[in-house]
Structure formats: structure tokens, C-alpha cells
């Protein structure tokens, strides 16, 4: 249904992605630095996924949602099994994550790992609302 | 024997991560028996638990690598042991339950869903029993709203979606008075650990003294809307009789413990007995429990579906605890841990024999239910020994709860309360009866004559068997159960 | 002199295991339920033969206590009186036993039938052998649970209906007694049966509450199953089952039971003294008992209802002299138990007899059956002799017995009332005796034979029974007064 | 006149209170499914204000660190509660979304977002189902 005179809408949004997606992945990084961190920051990718889905024209999302589930659990499974390190081996989380000196981007110990961890699932979790709500309409 | 000090941790990391991997398993089997295989390896830890506790007494556990003010502890003591293995070794039934019959219910594809949700509720509810901080409670309070509600919601069909959005309005409600009781709470005392507010509360109580008084009339709002106390009830029949089978087992014999677990642990550890006895709490809970117990049974009477009278008759047993807990005695408060206990493998018994009846025959309303006791004589045999247990026959557990509570009544001399108990297990022979009487004595109407009996799926019948056998065992020798959980009275 | 017996548990525990083995068993063999039945009857007797041997001899028999939670414990132990009531009850369930053999042929549903009926045995044997409140109210409760499947085995709407009325009776009466037994426990602080009674009931209670009130809770909770006037209308609708269910059951079984546990709980549990204060009122309320029933039983057309009435009546006698709180008394209420648990017994196995074989229920429907059935009716008529207490008869001993001890209790209107009563059963039974002899048979009444064999057995057995209590008398009050000084 | 000065300096209270009883009526008493999810949200921001304002402290500093120098905490306010309410916050958009998805559900099963005319339809379609 998206005709081909759409180019402009496809042309923009093959431009836009690519810094919406650093400025996204900027914050989830910088999480323990500067305020935002997981959430904001998956929501900021999610909305450049949403932007290129309805630019690419809102096709079948049955495989796509199960790869995102895919992803998403993947994640927490990711941010479950790293809290529990940091539950049941206090000291072993020193070792391979330092806490680094306070400014720079290895400094917050566990929780850069986890901010990551937040972001992809924050990200998935979103991108499969908008799908499932918009093949709904 | 000191790693079994971070059990109760491991218990829910294993149940968050297990629903964390359920949408990564590929076929439907798998996904509902690692539900399984996790609430299994959870109840052993809780019972590793329970024996430690029984053993070295309570303990804490810190579970960030801050200590107590700042990080989160968990406080595990006898009442949190005991409530952690009654939800995972029920929840394990429930689970074994669940291979035969959650495919038959929910469509396919949200059965993975589904299972995620399940485990997370478990997760969530264990949560609630074993946190000592009242915002990580708060958390988990929320967690097992939101999945208590998924797992109504995911039989997708009309009634289901409507009785989720009636219950989920109404727990979020609740959970807007907990929390803004939490925000009075930290305003006055300036942390969240349960033991640090009760320190801090008890000097600073006569400062401010609206604020207590608000924030526990917020509490028992919040916590009696979540646990169905009686006038705020409404919303509990219809959740849980369109969920499917295993969720409203889940759903009336754990949700709702979990929440008055939860209310007793704030009562107890943060206010404490002496802010307790000034706050008008024994007459409003008595006159709650006592309400519940009567005017609950003569609803559920009125009930023509099986469903919706056992969701009433879940009102009428919360009343019990409810009124055990206002006497403020020992006895009391055993009898009111023994209810739960009580509560939890006799409603889940008769939610999943009723399950099965509407499955396999199809037939909701009691009066179809006439002379059934011949087509399912397990499910049916194991319904009435359910049936007599909640109408306190001897041989059962329900009497050994109606017991203690009905003593702790005399020695608070409150000799009302035991008349209002034995009223009310009257009344509940009046609605369980006749569904026991019309399945065995009754000929089936003419329409639907008898086919040859149905045999069940070992997976179907055994946990209910193993549920039936508990609650006679229960009610001929409860004695090591009740020496272990009269160890948690000794607050009273 | 205390003797452990692990043979007390067979009685209790062997029909549920009877039960069990008939479930499983019968699907393949048809007779295996009767087999089944009349084995586990014979094996209780010959346990309870035992049992009364050894407390004949002055032991009390026991088994440890079962620890059930630390305020109650299942403990069975078995004095004089409980020997007794378990002798008399196995002994008349083996008779019933094959009399329903022959009865039930050709009923619907006779695994049922006959797994309940042991079952039913073996909660009685419960409640003769229980040695403290909470065991007898577990077998309490739980010969209503068992009684009801054989109350309503017709399954047509007649019972059903009156099996609800008797669960109704019945758990609003175990309600009342759940009641009693928590302020029991709470005021003494223990539930066990102590001859001559709790020594806490004697004072002041801790609470405040007069003792009078405990003991109402308890006369009106085990009234109900002893069929007390204003509680006793269950019994007369319970005879919609089977005959050998109201014979066995509604004289021998649920009401001795109710009977049993009232003698239990004035004599064992609130002691004599501490009764002696109040029984005047509730020995009142017991005669208006005695005579209404036997007033209601004349009205009576049909047979087995006017039964149901005189065993009301017979009930209160038992009552009355249980109330009396005397030696004499004691002896005339217990040997009442035995003697009218004999001749009621009887009396329904005729009345069944008759049924099976005209179909005939009413009363005046029965003309000149006595040509017909002489066997049958002369037992009707020997046993309504015994009723009415004409003095060679066992029920003229149990009678004598209570008019003395109304006399000590300085009572003498109650003798007046026992003579009225004795006129009036004379009033209800001799008709039906008068009907079945004297009139002329009318036609469907020419082709009855007698009764089948398997039923006429065990009534003449039975019949003969009748006459020995009353000539062995004295054999039981000697056994019977052995236990009388520690209860007084 | 006391009572005046006690409101003064108690503003904070009134304020979330007031606005946690708007929310608290608006779920409970409205019909209709978008009107109660907003009274929702007004219910949960009423919360998290009133548990931030407890832990402000007149005349200190946002708790951010800027270029990690030495943590003197007196310049701070308590930072606590702020972390408190992303979680909460959290929870509150969590709930709001599971609200809306089951909404779109009921829409596209009943026709109406109005709670009443849902129960009626489901009557009128039990009572004669």
C-alpha cells in the first residue's frame, strides 16, 4: 500500500536512523554518568526501529515479534544472571567489572552491563507493542 | 549448612530467570515442563529453608552488598519460611496439574506466555513473604498484580479480558494507597527497612501522630482490597471464575495469602504490638473477619455456577484469617497460619476438580451436576473429601484451623467469634453439600445420560490425590506443622 | 487395672478396610460386598466377645493415645459402659447383616449399600470405644456423614429430601457441640472421660458462665440424635430407607449413639454432683418427651412411622433415667438401651418382612396377615409384650429399674408417667397385634407365604435374644454395677 | 489561626493529597476505560510527589556529581526517594500499558470503551447465551 512516491519518507528515515540510534545508544551507555541510562535509552532505539517499520510500510510482523521475544529474553535472562552474580559473589563482580575511577564510562561496576541489558529489552518490549497494536488497527 | 542462608534468594532468581527463559523454548511441552522442573527445585530449597530456620532459628541476608539500612535484606523467620514452601510446593502441584490442562484452556500461542507469567508470579509472591524493606514489598506487590491479572487475561475470550480490567483498576487502586502509606512511612521515619522504621516509629509515633494513624488505615485499605477483605471484595468473583483452571487455583489460594501475608508481616514488623493495640485494629479486623465469614457464605449459596461459589467461599475463608488475626493471641495466630496452609490445599483441590468437570463434561452450573459422581468418581471423590475439609468435618484439616482459631477466640474471651466460626461452617455445609449430595445421590437428568466413567491423565489426577491425602494426614496429625508455625507467634 | 489391646484399633479401622477391598473387589465377583459385610460383623463380635471378657473381669481395655495436636488427642479406651454398647451393636449387626442379605436382593445399588453399612459399624465401635470428648465427636460427626448415603439410597425425591433434613439436624447439633467442647477445654483444660465427672465442674467456672449453660449445649447437641421432642422430627421422615437401615440405624446405631454420648458427657465429663443442681428441668423436658412420642405414635397409620414415634418415646426413657443421676437410675436408663435396642430391633425386622412380602406399608392394609405370617407376627406380637414391660419381659426389668430410682430422686409424677407411657405404647402395638389376628383377611393378604428364610433366621435368633436379656437380667446389672461406685 | 500557618507550611501534603483524591475518584467512579487510566496516572504522579518532597531539604543541591570531586553529602538533598520513584514510575507505565492493551482488547471485542455498556452487552449476551 506505501506507493513508491513516498521516496522522501524513505530516504528521510534512512538518514535519520543512524543518529537516532547513537544519540539511543549514548544514553544507555552513559547510564550511571548522566541521567537516563536502560529505559530511556531503549525507548530512544525503539522509536528509530518504530520510525523505520511505518517508513518500510507496516508488513507481516508474526516472525519479527518472535525474533524480538527472542532478543528481549535473551536480555533479561542477561540482567537476571548478573544481579545474581552480583548477589551470591559480591567480590567476584570487583574483579571482572571494576568500579574504576568515578567519571569515565567503566566506572559504575555492574551497572553498565545492566543498563545495557534494560536497553535491549526496553527497546524489543516497545518495538513488539507498536507492532502488535498496529497490525490490530 | 550456611548456604542454605541465600537460599530464599536463589529461590527467586530461579523463578524470575526460568520465566525469563520461557519465551526462548520452542514447543509448548518443554516450556510447561520447565515450569514444572523450576517449582520442583524451588519447593526442595524451601523446604531446605524451612528445616534451617527450624533449626538455627531466623536469620537475614543482605542482598545487595550494602548492609541493612541502604540495601535491601530479606528477613526470614518461621512465618516466611512456612508461607515460601506452602506457594512453591503448591505452585508445583498446581504446575503438574497444569501439563494436561493448560493446553486444553489457553489458545497455543499464549501458552508460553502463559508459563512466563505463572513462574513470575510464583517468583513475585515468594518476594512479598521473604522481603524485610516495605518498597522492595511494594515492587514485588506490583509485579504480582500485573501477572496475577496476565494470567486471567490470557484465555483471550470476553469474560476473561473484562474481569481482568475490573481487577486490575481495582489492585491498582490498592496499590496507590500502599504506596502513598509508604511515603508517610519514610516521611516520618527516613528508611524503608522494616526493622529500622519499627525502631524509629516507636520514638517518633507520639510527634505525629495523624500520620501513623493515616498510613495504617491506608494499609489495611490497600492490603485488604489486594487480600478480597470483605466490603472490598466485589472484584474477586468475577476474576477468578472466568480464569482458566489453573490460574483462579493460583489465583484464590496463593494471590491472595501472599497479600495477607504481607499485611501481617507490615502489622507486625513495622507497627508492632504497641502501635497495634493503640490503633482500633482488633475491633475493625473482627468485625471484617466476622462479616466476611457470614454474609460471604450467603452469597456464595445464592451462586449457581461452581466457579463463582468457590470464588465467594475464597472471601469467607479469607475472613477466617482475617478474624484470627484480630484476636491478637497466640493460638490465634496459629490458627490463622494454619488456614493458609489449609486454605491453599483445599481450594486449589476443588478449583481444579472443578477444572476438570467443566472440561471433561462441559458442565458449569451445579445443577448439571446431577449424579456426575459416576462419570468422574476420582474427581468427585476428591472434591467431597475438599468439601468436608472446608466444612471442618474432624478427620480434616479445616477442622484443626477452626479449632485454634475458635480456642485463641475463648482464651481472648471472645466468645462471639467462636459462635460466628461455627455459624459459618454451618452455612458453608449449606452450599458445599448439596454439590456433593446431587453428584453421588442424584440420577443424572434424562438429557445427559451417563457414558462409561473417565479416566484422567496421571498428571491430572496425582496432585490432586497427593492434595486430598495432605488434607486428611493435616487433619489427623498437624502437630509438626503447628509446632513449627506456633514458633512464629511468639510476637504475640 | 489398665490392659493395652491393639485389637481395639480392627473394629474401628476393619470396615474401612472392608470398604476398600469391596470397591475394588466387587467389579469382578457380585456377592463379594456380602461376604465382605458379614465377615468384618462376625470379626468386630468376636473381638467385642473379648473386650467384655477382659472389663468383665475389672480391666478398663486401652490403646495409647494418638497425639492429633497439642490440645487433642485420639484415645480409645473401654469401660463398662462403652463394653456394653459395643457387645449389644456388633451383636445385632451380624443378624441385620444377613437379614438384609435376603432383603436388599433385587435393590439398585447394593455395593453402596452394604460398603456404608460396615463402615457404619465401625464409627459406631468408634464411639463405644472413645475415652475423650473429641474422639467421640470425630465418630460423631462422622456417623452422620456415613449414615446419609444409606438414609438416602432410594435416590428418589421423598429422600432426598429427608437425608437433608437429617444433615441439617444433625451438623446443627455437632455445631452446638463443637461449641461446648472449645468452652469445655477452655475451662477445664482437658476433654478426657473422668468417672464421676470433671472436679473443675463442681466450683465456680472461670469464665462466669454457670455450668448449666455448658450442660444445655450438650443435652441439646446430643439430643438431637437421640430424637428429643422439639429435635426429633429427622428420625420419623429418615424411614423413607431401606428397613434394615431404619432397624439397624434409627433403633440400634445413630440414636443409641446420641443416647450414649449424653450418658457419656453427664457421668464422664460434668459428673453427677455437678449436674445434680439442675436436672430437675431437663428431666421435665425428657417425660414431655416420652409421652409425646408415644401420643404422636397412636396417630400413626403407617407402620414403620409409628415405630419411628414409639422409638422416641422408648428413647426418653433411656434419658430419664441417665437424668436421674442415681444408682438405680443409671442401671434402669443403661439396661433400657440394651433391652429397647432388642425389641425395637425386632419389631423392624417385621415390619420388613411384611414389606417385602405384601409391599404393603399402612396399617389397616394388614388385615388377618397373622394366618398368613405366623411365624412374623407372632414375634410382632411377643416383642410389642416386651414394649410394653409386662413383668416376665426384659422390658418390665429396665422399667422397675427406673420407677425405683425416679422414687429416690423423690420424683414420684415420673412413675406416673412411666405407667402412662406403658399404657400408651400398649395403645399403639396391641392394634396392629388385634389387626393381624383377629380380623378377617382381606384378598391380596390370602396368597402371602411366609417370610423368605434368609430374613426369618435372624428374627427368631433375635427373638430369642429378647427373651434372654430378660431372663439374664440380673447378669447385666451385676456387670453394670461393677462401674457404678467410681461414677457415683 | 494556628491551623492556617499549619496548612501553610504543610502545603506539600495538601497538594498530593488533593490530587491523590481526584485520582483516587476519577479510577474508581468513571465509566469510561480512558478516563480512569488517566485518573490512575493522577493517583500515581500524586504519590511520587509527596514521597520526593519528603526527602527535599530547603536550600540544597540536586543530587548529581559533576566531575567526581569529593562527596560532601550536607550540599545534597537526599537522593533516596528520587530513586525510589523511577522504579515506581516504572511500575506506574507498566500498568498504564497493560491498561491500554487490554482497552484496544475490549474495543475490538465489545464496540465500547465504556465499562457500563460493557456489562450490559455481557448480560444482555449471558442472559439470553
Not at chain 2, 515468594?126 to 518498597?135: H, M, V
Not at chain 3, 458379614?38 to 467385642?48: D, E, G, H, P, Y
Request: some cysteine.
Amino acid at each position: 500500500m506505501i506507493e513508491d512516491n513516498d521516496i522522501i519518507l524513505k530516504q528521510a528515515a534512512r538518514v535519520l536512523t543512524p543518529f537516532i540510534l547513537i544519540y539511543g545508544i549514548y544514553i544507555t551507555f552513559h547510564g550511571h554518568l548522566t541521567p537516563g541510562g536502560g529505559f530511556s535509552g531503549g525507548t530512544v532505539i525503539a522509536s528509530s526501529l518504530i520510525l523505520n517499520r511505518i517508513s518500510s510500510g507496516n508488513h507481516g510482523s508474526g516472525p519479527e515479534i518472535d525474533r524480538m521475544m527472542g532478543i528481549a529474553s535473551i536480555a533479561l535472562v542477561c540482567y537476571g544472571l548478573i544481579k545474581a552474580m552480583g548477589t551470591f559473589f559480591p567480590d567476584f563482580t570487583h574483579r571482572v567489572l571494576p568500579r574504576g575511577i568515578p567519571g569515565d564510562l567503566l566506572s559504575g561496576g555492574a551497572i553498565l552491563p545492566l543498563n545495557i541489558a534494560v536497553g535491549f529489552v526496553v527497546a524489543c518490549v516497545m518495538y513488539i507493542f507498536f507492532c502488535l497494536i498496529g497490525e490490530e488497527a | 549448612m550456611e548456604t542454605v542462608r541465600n537460599f530464599p534468594v536463589l529461590i527467586i532468581y530461579i523463578f524470575f530467570i526460568g520465566s525469563f527463559i520461557q519465551p526462548l523454548v520452542r514447543n509448548v511441552r518443554i516450556s510447561l515442563l520447565l515450569t514444572v522442573a523450576i517449582s520442583a527445585v524451588s519447593s526442595a530449597a524451601s523446604a531446605a529453608v524451612v528445616y534451617y530456620v527450624r533449626t538455627n532459628g531466623d536469620f537475614l541476608f543482605d542482598v545487595a552488598p550494602w548492609s541493612a539500612p541502604w540495601g535491601i535484606e530479606l528477613s526470614i523467620g518461621t512465618l516466611e519460611a512456612f508461607v515460601i514452601a506452602v506457594i512453591c510446593s503448591v505452585g508445583t502441584l498446581i504446575s503438574i496439574y497444569g501439563i494436561g490442562m493448560v493446553e486444553k484452556e489457553i489458545p497455543a500461542r499464549n501458552i508460553k506466555i502463559y508459563n512466563a507469567l505463572f513462574l513470575a508470579l510464583l517468583g513475585s509472591m515468594t518476594g512479598i513473604a521473604a522481603t524485610g524493606d516495605i518498597f522492595n514489598m511494594y515492587v514485588f506487590i506490583e509485579i504480582t498484580s500485573i501477572t496475577a491479572c496476565g494470567i486471567i487475561s490470557v484465555k483471550d475470550d470476553k469474560k476473561s479480558i473484562e474481569a481482568t480490567v475490573k481487577y486490575l483498576v481495582y489492585s491498582s487502586l490498592a496499590s496507590g494507597c500502599i504506596l502513598l502509606a509508604i511515603a508517610l512511612l519514610y516521611g516520618i521515619t527516613g528508611n524503608l527497612n522494616i526493622r529500622y522504621i519499627h525502631h524509629h516509629l516507636t520514638e517518633v509515633m507520639y510527634l505525629y501522630p495523624r500520620n501513623v494513624l493515616l498510613a495504617s488505615c491506608l494499609i489495611i485499605v490497600g492490603f485488604g482490597l489486594k487480600a478480597a477483605m470483605f466490603p472490598l471484595h466485589f472484584w474477586l468473583p468475577d476474576a477468578h471464575s472466568s480464569a482458566p483452571t489453573t490460574s483462579s487455583a493460583v489465583l484464590s489460594a496463593l494471590v491472595l495469602k501472599a497479600y495477607s501475608v504481607g499485611l501481617i508481616k507490615i502489622l507486625t514488623g513495622v507497627f508492632g504490638i504497641v502501635v497495634m493495640s493503640l490503633l482500633p485494629l482488633k475491633t475493625i479486623l473482627m468485625y471484617l473477619g466476622s462479616g466476611a465469614v457470614l454474609i460471604g457464605s450467603l452469597l456464595a449459596m445464592t451462586q449457581s455456577r461452581i466457579k463463582r461459589m468457590l470464588a465467594y467461599s475464597s472471601v469467607v475463608q479469607m475472613g477466617y484469617i482475617f478474624l484470627a488475626l484480630s484476636l491478637f493471641n497466640r493460638t490465634g495466630f496459629t490458627g490463622a497460619l494454619f488456614q493458609i496452609l489449609n486454605h491453599a490445599l483445599t481450594k486449589t483441590l476443588l478449583f481444579l476438580s472443578a477444572g476438570n468437570i467443566k472440561y471433561y463434561t462441559g458442565k458449569e452450573s451445579i445443577e448439571q451436576l446431577k449424579g456426575i459422581g459416576y462419570r468422574m468418581p476420582v474427581t468427585m471423590a476428591v472434591f467431597s473429601v475438599g468439601a468436608l475439609s472446608m466444612v471442618g468435618l474432624p478427620m480434616t484439616s479445616g477442622f484443626n484451623s477452626k479449632w485454634y482459631i475458635g480456642y485463641g477466640a475463648i482464651e481472648a474471651g471472645k466468645i462471639g467469634v467462636l459462635i460466628v466460626i461455627v455459624i459459618s461452617s454451618l452455612l458453608n455445609a449449606a452450599y458445599y453439600l448439596p454439590v456433593v449430595v446431587s453428584a453421588f445421590f442424584r440420577r443424572p437428568s434424562p438429557g445427559d445420560e451417563i457414558q462409561q466413567p473417565v479416566n484422567l491423565p496421571w498428571f491430572t489426577s496425582v496432585p490432586m490425590i497427593v492434595m486430598a491425602v495432605l488434607i486428611i494426614v493435616l487433619g489427623l496429625y498437624p502437630d509438626p506443622v503447628i509446632n513449627f508455625i506456633s514458633g512464629a507467634a511468639k510476637i504475640f | 487395672m489398665e490392659k493395652t489391646m491393639w485389637l481395639i484399633y480392627l473394629p474401628v479401622l476393619l470396615p474401612v478396610l472392608g470398604l476398600v477391598l469391596m470397591i475394588r473387589a466387587s467389579k469382578k465377583y457380585i456377592l463379594m460386598e456380602r461376604v465382605f459385610s458379614i465377615t468384618s460383623a462376625v470379626l468386630v463380635f468376636i473381638i467385642n466377645v473379648g473386650v467384655i471378657y477382659w472389663v468383665s473381669k475389672g480391666y478398663t481395655v486401652s490403646v495409647p493415645p494418638l497425639k492429633v495436636n497439642n490440645f487433642l488427642q485420639i484415645h480409645f479406651q473401654v469401660d463398662r459402659l462403652g463394653a456394653l454398647f459395643a457387645f449389644l451393636a456388633s451383636l445385632m449387626w451380624i443378624f441385620v447383616t444377613v437379614y438384609s442379605f435376603g432383603y436388599m436382593r433385587g435393590h439398585a445399588k447394593q455395593l453402596r449399600y452394604f460398603a456404608f453399612f460396615t463402615v457404619c459399624l465401625g464409627i459406631t465401635m468408634g464411639i463405644a470405644y472413645s475415652a475423650n470428648l473429641f474422639t467421640l465427636y470425630i465418630f460423631y460427626e462422622l456417623l452422620t456423614v456415613a449414615t446419609y448415603p444409606l438414609v438416602v439410597h432410594k435416590e428418589d425425591k421423598k429422600a432426598l429430601d429427608a437425608g437433608k433434613k437429617y444433615l441439617i439436624y444433625s451438623f446443627s447439633g455437632a455445631a452446638l457441640i463443637l461449641i461446648g467442647m472449645i468452652l469445655v477445654y477452655a475451662s477445664t483444660g482437658t476433654l478426657d472421660f473422668v468417672p464421676g465427672g470433671g472436679t473443675a465442674f463442681r466450683g465456680a467456672l472461670p469464665m462466669g458462665v454457670p455450668v448449666a449453660a455448658y450442660f444445655v449445649l450438650f443435652f441439646v447437641g446430643f439430643g438431637v440424635k437421640s430424637a428429643l421432642v422439639p429435635l426429633h422430627s429427622w428420625l420419623p421422615a429418615a424411614m423413607v430407607a431401606p428397613t434394615p437401615v431404619s432397624a439397624l440405624l434409627h433403633a440400634v446405631a445413630v440414636v443409641k449413639a446420641g443416647v450414649f454420648s449424653m450418658t457419656r458427657a453427664v457421668y464422664y465429663v460434668f459428673g453427677p454432683e455437678a449436674i445434680k443442681g439442675f436436672n430437675a428441668y431437663f428431666v421435665y423436658i425428657v417425660a414431655f418427651s416420652i409421652l409425646f412420642g408415644s401420643v404422636l405414635a397412636i396417630g400413626q397409620t403407617n407402620l414403620k412411622r409409628r415405630l419411628a414415634y414409639s422409638t422416641i418415646s422408648q428413647l426418653g426413657y433411656v434419658l430419664l433415667g441417665v437424668l436421674l443421676v442415681n444408682s438405680r437410675g443409671y442401671t434402669g436408663g443403661v439396661l433400657h438401651i440394651v433391652n429397647h435396642g432388642l425389641i425395637k430391633i425386632v419389631l423392624f425386622l417385621c415390619a420388613g418382612a411384611i414389606i417385602t412380602r405384601t409391599g404393603k406399608t399402612e396399617i389397616n392394609q394388614l388385615k388377618g396377615i397373622g394366618k398368613q405370617m405366623p411365624v412374623t407376627m407372632g414375634i410382632f406380637a411377643l416383642a410389642s409384650v416386651c414394649l410394653v414391660g409386662i413383668p416376665p419381659t426384659n422390658g418390665f426389668v429396665s422399667k422397675w429399674y427406673l420407677s425405683l430410682g425416679s422414687l429416690d430422686a423423690g420424683q414420684p409424677l415420673l412413675v406416673a408417667v412411666l405407667l402412662l407411657s406403658a399404657l400408651l405404647t400398649a395403645a399403639y402395638l396391641f392394634p396392629i397385634v388385634g389387626i393381624a389376628f383377629f380380623t378377617k383377611g382381606d384378598r391380596e393378604i390370602q396368597g402371602v407365604e411366609e417370610a423368605p428364610r434368609s430374613m426369618l433366621y435372624p428374627l427368631v435368633a433375635l427373638a430369642f435374644l429378647m427373651l434372654a436379656s430378660g431372663a439374664f437380667a440380673d447378669r447385666i446389672i451385676d456387670f453394670l454395677a461393677g462401674g457404678l461406685e467410681e461414677a457415683f | 489561626m494556628s491551623s492556617v500557618v499549619h496548612l501553610a507550611n504543610n502545603y506539600i501534603y495538601i497538594a498530593s493529597f488533593t490530587l491523590f483524591l481526584i485520582g483516587f475518584s476519577i479510577l474508581l467512579l468513571n465509566s469510561n476505560l480512558i478516563k480512569k487510566i488517566i485518573g490512575m496516572n493522577i493517583m500515581d504522579t500524586s504519590v511520587f510527589l509527596l514521597f520526593i518532597s519528603q526527602g527535599y531539604i530547603k536550600g540544597r543541591k540536586a543530587p548529581i556529581l559533576e566531575g567526581g570531586g569529593s562527596v560532601n553529602p550536607a550540599e545534597y538533598v537526599n537522593p533516596v526517594p528520587s530513586a525510589l520513584i523511577l522504579t515506581g514510575i516504572v511500575v506506574a507505565v507498566s500498568v498504564t500499558a497493560f491498561l491500554l492493551a487490554l482497552t484496544v482488547k475490549l474495543y475490538n471485542l465489545y464496540g465500547t470503551v465504556d465499562m457500563d455498556e460493557i456489562i450490559e452487552i455481557r448480560r444482555s449476551v449471558d442472559g439470553n447465551s
